[in-house]
Nanobody, 125 residues
């Protein structure tokens, strides 16, 4: 499986963007897919996860709960991250990742084995 993230860009404070993570390969539905972000000078941090079928639905970092929504379309091999009410502190490079994380560590980047290239999100104040 290979991952391709897209949809980043420049948006104003309180604006919206939708990121997409498109995957190749027939086993995509068996992977849980997470979104992470990394701002300059900061560590990569967990944003959200769309669990594989049968393992749950979604989980979010507290900082994005109520503003971001992750969803997946297994027929299209794509996971989306809808980001609403964006803030300047959401500015970062956003990455999607796939793997078999477990409940106790899904927020750790090391729990994912496959990574897409990042897409830049910039929120201006």
């Amino acid at each position: 499986v290979q991952l391709q993230a897209s949809g980043g860009g420049l948006v104003q404070d309180e604006g919206s963007l939708r990121l997409s993570c498109a995957a190749s390969g027939s086993t995509f539905s068996s992977y849980s897919v997470g979104w992470f972000r990394q701002a300059p000078g900061k560590e990569r941090e967990f944003v959200a996860i769309a669990w594989a079928r049968g393992r749950g639905t979604t989980d979010y970092a507290d900082s994005v709960k109520g503003r971001f929504t992750v969803s997946r379309d297994n027929a299209k091999n794509t996971v989306y991250l809808q980001m609403n009410r964006l803030k300047p502190e959401d500015t970062a490079v956003y990455y999607c990742a796939a793997g078999y994380p477990i409940r106790s560590s899904y927020y750790a980047w090391s729990a994912y084995r496959l990574w897409g290239q990042g897409t830049q999100v910039t929120v201006s104040s």
